[in-house]
């Protein structure tokens, strides 16, 4: 493992972008049949990039890569789990203001209610 260490020397490594790219070519590689053959030649190019990445030697310009990666990442994981506590509240309703598109939760079970928007005031009605 000597000359593997001696290779990777001043190489920029596996990071979490390049582990996600490894695993989407790999599910396009593995689950791309018949005329979806496009998205294996995706897969493929992927591979290859992550390789690419892996292997660089401009380090800074692949940490600034993974470092937008992972702020995107945040942000998709952060929107899916609010969207999964809203689908499963059930003591709650959640509307947006039609002002200012603030989001609102609003209790369950009164019927029809006016609501009045914190943020600017504006006032509309709802059922609940
Ligand atoms: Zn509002």
Known sequence: MNWFRRFMMGRYG?????F???????ALMMFTRGR?????????ALLGLA???????NISARAQENGRFLRG????????NGFVDRATDKNHRYYRCP?????????????RIVITCP????EFEKKT
Do not use: H, N
């Not at 979806?36 to 493929?44: F, N, V």
């Not at 390789?51 to 030697?57: D, G, K, V």
């Open 51 to 57: 390789y690419f990445r892996m292997l660089s030697r």
């Open 14 to 18: 596996v990071d979490q972008l390049s």
């Open 36 to 44: 979806l053959w496009p998205l294996a030649i995706l897969g493929a």
């Open 119 to 122: 943020k600017c005031r504006r």
């Open 99 to 111: 002002g200012c598109r603030q989001r609102l939760r609003v209790p369950r079970g009164r019927g």
């Open 20 to 26: 996600a790219m490894l695993l989407l070519s790999m």
């Open 73 to 80: 990442w945040y942000r998709v994981k952060t929107a899916w």
